[in-house]
């Protein structure tokens, strides 16, 4: 008798984390539309292809509008559904934001082609994704909730098994490890995704990375143990410090009950586009080779891709990048400082500075940047382990700790915004982008601007006229 056939499916990461990790988010729309039609019809589960730092990147460094990305993806694969990242309360940026900003920023999220949201808290504070569940279900959006998986003296297996048992009670349609460092081993995704199929009733989606050379054999234990989906990035930005790339993994899986049923010339089309695009971001300088090597010792520093490449661009413009491993040893001991936080966006970013700035200054904590502050003072959530007093202590002084959900304490709002973005927001969307980045939106609305009616533009009104 025939096995029964379980296909595994497949998200693809390179409109969105492939080349955060490798490339610092520098991809543009122009670099993705001519590969959108293959992409369309391959028959992805998903293309992740928004949030993270997308949205920040789109305007301060490409001079693009996230949210008209996010409209010309959609309209360019219109069979494929659209996944992005979102990081719970924090949205996009990095604070939390009133809950009526996380349901209008979710709400013009799916309005303008998002079909799945996932969700994520860095903390793993259930009470920093409720918000955002509850509105991600109302506006119709598929909720996939995640858990960012990490390995200290208190969390294990038990732990992310009861935390994903309380995110499906919450309305998670899609539970994923979000195995942002390439920290989960083989055996260990193995063990794990069996318990969790045993005690939640949702699909399992697992997310990871090849920083430590482990992904593509991480996948595969996963998809004995009936992961149902994965991510995988196609090959021209996938391994180090991207996912393992898509191709390998279908052909591995073809002809067995876990076939994809993805078709490798199709693959090999859309990867044909994307090598040039990654050969033009290595001639720029911005695809570092340094992320594309594997590094077993992350499992000691337990830095993720993303964060990787942050740290080497800031030790790069400090003109230390000889301090790279010293930073990296860094990392651990303030992260234990800390509580045990996991390490991804927005504290992989606060746990990195500090790390950064413990080393250069040649004093442990001589400058603590508000970000930690706010992380010790329970702004962005509960700890997940002990923090060191004495570190918070002359971090913060005498300051109260939060022990609430973070924003019980914020009043609404969006009106604020609105009022202050009414002589230059074009939209309700413009609004949102200045909320998430009210230093960076103002100059991309200036530079739109000066786009759309600069001379260029006024000669063309001209000539339209007959004038």
């Not at 939390?96 to 209008?104: G, P």
């Not at 913060?396 to 609404?412: H, W």
């Amino acid at each position: 008798m025939a096995k029964k056939k379980n296909p595994l499916f497949i998200t693809d990461t390179i409109l969105r984390d492939a080349h955060q990790s490798q490339a610092a988010t520098r991809m543009r729309l122009e670099d993705m539309l001519p590969a959108c039609e293959v992409l369309d019809s391959i028959g992805y589960w998903s293309l992740e292809c928004w949030g993270g730092a997308t949205f920040d990147s789109c305007m301060r460094f490409l001079n693009e509008d996230p949210w008209e990305r996010l409209r010309a993806l959609k309209a360019a694969m219109p069979n494929t559904k659209l996944q992005m990242l979102l990081r719970g309360q924090n949205l996009l940026g990095y604070k939390h934001y009133a809950d009526d900003v996380v349901d209008e920023f979710v709400e013009k999220s799916i309005k303008n082609g998002v079909d799945v949201v996932r969700i994520f808290d860095a903390l793993n504070d259930p009470r920093n994704m409720e918000r955002s569940i509850k509105a991600v279900k109302e506006y119709g959006g598929i909720c996939e909730t995640a858990f960012s998986y990490t390995s200290s003296p208190v969390h294990n297996e038990d732990y992310f098994v009861k935390l994903s048992c309380e995110l499906e009670k919450m309305g998670a349609d899609v539970i994923c490890i979000k195995d942002m460092a390439n920290l989960l081993l083989p055996y260990d995704a193995y063990s794990l995704i069996k318990k969790l199929k045993e005690n939640v009733s949702v699909p399992i989606h697992l997310h990871t990375h090849n920083t430590t050379g482990t992904g593509a054999m991480v996948y595969l234990k996963a998809s004995e143990a009936g992961v149902d989906i994965i991510d995988t990035a196609l090959s021209p930005l996938a391994g180090g410090t991207s996912q393992p790339a898509t191709e390998s993994l279908v052909a591995t899986l073809q002809g067995t009950d876990r076939d994809t049923g993805l078709d490798l010339g199709k693959l090999n089309k859309a990867a044909e586009h994307f090598r040039k695009v990654a050969n033009r971001l290595k001639e720029e300088g911005i695809l570092n080779p340094k992320v594309l090597n594997t590094d077993p010792n992350t499992l000691l520093y337990q830095v993720p891709g993303g964060m990787l490449s942050n740290l080497l661009n800031q030790l790069k413009e400090a003109g230390k990048e000889d301090k790279y491993y010293e930073v990296l040893a860094e990392v651990p001991r303030v992260r234990a400082d800390f509580g045990y936080p996991p390490l991804v966006t927005p504290t992989s970013q606060i746990v990195g500075t500090q790390a950064v700035m413990n080393v250069l200054a040649g004093e442990r904590y001589k400058m603590v940047p508000k970000e930690s502050k706010a992380l010790l003072r329970g702004e962005y959530g509960r700890l997940p382990g002990e923090v060191n007093e004495e570190v918070r202590k002359k971090a913060i002084g005498d300051d109260e700790v939060i022990t609430c959900r973070p924003a019980d304490l914020l009043e609404p709002e969006l009106e604020k915004y609105r009022e202050e973005t009414k002589d230059v927001a074009t939209c309700e969307e413009d609004v949102l982008s200045y909320a998430l980045f009210p230093q960076v939106a103002p100059k991309f609305f200036a530079a739109r601007k000066e786009a759309k009616e600069g001379p260029a533009a006024r000669v063309l009104k001209v000539e339209d006229l007959g004038c």
